[in-house]
């Protein structure tokens, strides 16, 4: 069975369980998967219950997809993802994005926890992703190009634009809401490495040359391919440390998921407000 199929079997599964039908999609990375609480009327549907799709081995990653309302707007929410450094194909890897275009989101809000490479940058900031540099020796859209994932017309092309990957309309919708709850958003570039090892101090000091302000595992392939089908995409990283080196500080995943319980106020209500105007661009 080809990958479209795949998502095609899913997709029809996830509808017989939810008559929601979600126009907005949203990952939570790691420490962040709390905000799947703000659903209502939520039909949850663990991974393992829908055909083909991958299940989440890490800690902070429950693995559940909740599908309902924030703020009267329907919305799929992935409490959780699954990363290559488990064993997952790239395919794998992106099999829930392209669901979540297939169920009907022409916008998808991509989250993540990342260690933060600028010194200025304290862990517990929350940052938008201007952009992203991909250092995980892979590509999404490897493989025979697909073109019935097209979510828009023109998409689904076999080389695509990602100049505006991560989408300059979103970002000034969430700059201006942050400013108006009394916080500061900045931006910054992420930068994807394979992992699981955390980076060596060497690492990040070229990151920070490549123009890199924060580094996570994940997210790049997601908006890959949300971008290869047409989806308009914004991004959230929240900095739970400081990279190796920067902080002279042990890295644990442990400071990860305690970072994220630290910020779940600001971050929900942060979320819970920029939904509808994200829904309605």
Do not use: W
Request: glycine letters at 12%; a negative charge.
């Amino acid at each position: 069975m080809d990958i479209f199929s795949k998502a095609e079997a899913a997709v029809t599964y996830v509808r017989q369980r939810a008559r929601v039908v979600p126009g907005l999609g949203i990952i939570l990375g790691s420490g962040l998967g709390g905000f799947a609480s703000q659903v209502q009327d939520a039909v949850v549907i663990p991974y393992a219950e829908i055909p083909h799709f991958p299940q989440s081995t890490v800690v902070g990653h429950s693995g559940k997809l909740v599908l309902g309302l924030i703020a009267g707007v329907p919305v799929a929410v992935m409490q959780g993802r699954v990363h290559a450094y488990e064993g997952y194909s790239m395919d794998q890897v992106t099999f829930p994005a392209r669901v979540l275009g297939l169920l009907g989101c022409s916008r998808l809000i991509v989250t993540n926890a990342a260690g933060g490479i600028r010194a200025d940058i304290a862990p517990g900031s929350l940052m938008l992703i201007s952009d992203h540099i991909n250092l995980t020796g892979q590509n999404a859209a490897l493989g025979p190009n697909e073109e019935r994932f097209a979510c828009i017309p023109g998409a689904g092309q076999r080389f695509f634009d990602m100049t505006t990957a991560y989408s300059p309309r979103l970002r000034k919708l969430a700059q201006a809401e942050a400013a108006r709850q009394g916080n500061t958003l900045i931006e910054g570039v992420y930068i994807a490495v394979l992992g699981p090892s955390y980076e060596t101090p060497a690492e990040i000091r070229a990151f920070r040359t490549l123009g890199a302000d924060m580094v996570g595992m994940s997210t790049v392939h997601e908006v890959i391919v949300a971008r290869h089908m047409g989806l308009e995409v914004l991004g959230l990283s929240l900095v739970t440390n400081l990279a190796a080196g920067v902080s002279g500080e042990v890295i644990h995943h442990e400071e990860v998921m305690d970072i994220g319980r630290r910020v779940e106020v600001q971050f929900t209500s942060l979320l819970v407000a920029l939904i509808p105007q994200v829904a309605a661009g």
